[in-house]
């Protein structure tokens, strides 16, 4: 694994990256979700794309990459594009799992490939509204050392940056940025997902003006058994955009 310090708002990042197919022209960025790593996104899409050359990063706080300060996902978009600076890396697709989504929709590349991607605010339940309220009253009254009871699992095992950084991505609404995106976007959604569920796929297709939305069976993770048929998909979706030109 490579790995690049980057200096970003009077703080210094290691982040972690790997390259793929290091003599090809046409860049994929390819960025994983919420507590995942380049690893798993290798594991799915390194036999793949033969064509294109695969830049895996891991995103600050997670893989083997650091995060000395809570981030927002203005923040790790912009770490990235100044790690794409130091390796000359291009964005001519990016491709985001889950939370990695939103990242790689604030970069803007010619080819916007969404998994199963976040940003859409579902309405919580009853349940989880009353856990919340409650966490709060136990706040107020100095008991917030219950926390653990109350928080997503997801959250749990967090360093206090990183879960500073869980509470600041976690409910972000990104209606209008998918909205105002300028390019082409390849959405690929499992129908059985419940950590984003399809009926957000729905609404994202719906709000990305130039947009392609793909539904194949599986869950959260439904791409690594289907890498195959999504990354032809991809290589079809990109060569749309070059016959535009």
Known sequence: ????????????????????NPKEHVDIIILHGWGSSKALMKQAFGEHLEGFRHIYIDLPGFGGSTAPVALK??????????LLIEINGRKDIAVGHSFGG??????????????????????????????????????NVGLSKFRDYFVAEDAKKLSRQMYETFKNVVDEDFSEIFSSFPNKALLCWGDKDTATPLVAGEKMASLIKDSKFMVYEGEHYFFLHHAKDVAEEIERNFLETLERT
């Open 1 to 20: 694994m490579a790995r690049k310090t980057i200096h970003y708002n009077g703080h210094t990042f290691d982040v972690g990256y790997e390259i793929v």
């Open 73 to 82: 996902s203005e923040d790790y978009a912009r770490i990235v594009e100044l």
């Open 102 to 139: 939103k990242i790689a929709t604030l970069l803007e590349p010619d080819l916007l490939v969404l998994l199963s991607s976040a940003g859409i605010v579902m309405p919580k339940s009853a349940k989880v509204k009353m856990k919340i309220a409650f966490y709060k009253l136990l706040k």
